[in-house]
T-cell receptor, first 113, second 112 residues
Framework: DAGVIQSPRHEVTEMGQEVTLRCKPISGHNSLFWYRQTMMRGLELLIYFNNNVPIDDSGMPEDRFSAKMPNASFSTLKIQPSEPRDSAVYFC???????????FGPGTRLLVL | KQEVTQIPAALSVPEGENLVLNCSFTDSAIYNLQWFRQDPGKGLTSLLLIQSSQREQTSGRLNASLDKSSGRSTLYIAASQPGDSATYLCAVLTSGTYKYIFGTGTRLKVLA
């Protein structure tokens, strides 16, 4: 298996622009997680999907952030409008049932100028 | 609210040393605990997962222990190698939730 796939790997954008991050989980995994990692706050869970349904979005910082999972093999995290404080590395992870070993993607390094 | 702390924040050791990384958590009602490795610019790789009913798990030169009552876990690395250089994070899953809480990590450097 190719593992969790994320795109783009790097994104540089200007404040106010819309940013869309993409994730393809490992085939057969029914749980998907979006995380954000910064030096100041470490690794934080943004949202968790199970069987394509958002279960816990309490970590989504503001209404500017939204996430979707239209099918079992694809998820997006959108920031609109983006702000400099959104600069971070965004990780997607998946697993088989939500509570076991998580498999992380390589991350998307976002810089908002 | 679950809080996870890792000490030390950074560690530098000569090759061949055995070492221990520490993780402490405030709420002992956990479902499981995972240790991850993160290389610079890369994602996280799960090393060991310990269920709440277990005391330890081993994989090769790695051994992780769990003491729920004291809110502690340790990751023991035997005969360290330069390739072990990375940041090690522990993550705790509190019972009744699906949200892993991560520590801030220990940055390990093994000198050749």
């Amino acid at each position: 298996d190719a593992g969790v796939i994320q795109s783009p790997r790097h994104e540089v954008t200007e404040m106010g622009q819309e940013v869309t991050l993409r994730c393809k989980p490992i085939s057969g995994h029914n749980s998907l997680f979006w995380y954000r990692q910064t030096m100041m706050r470490g690794l934080e869970l943004l949202i968790y999907f199970n069987n394509n349904v958002p279960i816990d979005d309490s970590g989504m910082p503001e209404d500017r952030f939204s996430a979707k999972m239209p099918n079992a093999s694809f998820s997006t995290l959108k920031i609109q409008p983006s702000e400099p404080r959104d600069s971070a590395v965004y990780f997607c992870a998946s697993n088989e049932n939500g509570r076991e070993t998580q498999y992380f993607g390589p991350g998307t390094r976002l810089l908002v100028l | 609210k679950q809080e996870v702390t890792q000490i030390p924040a950074a560690l530098s050791v000569p090759e061949g040393e055995n070492l221990v990384l520490n993780c402490s958590f405030t709420d002992s009602a956990i479902y499981n605990l995972q240790w991850f490795r993160q290389d610079p610019g890369k994602g996280l790789t799960s090393l060991l997962l310990i269920q709440s009913s277990q005391r330890e798990q081993t994989s090769g030169r790695l051994n992780a222990s769990l003491d729920k009552s004291s809110g502690r876990s340790t990751l023991y690395i035997a005969a360290s190698q330069p390739g072990d250089s990375a940041t090690y994070l522990c993550a705790v899953l509190t019972s009744g939730t699906y949200k892993y809480i991560f520590g801030t990590g220990t940055r390990l450097k093994v000198l050749a």
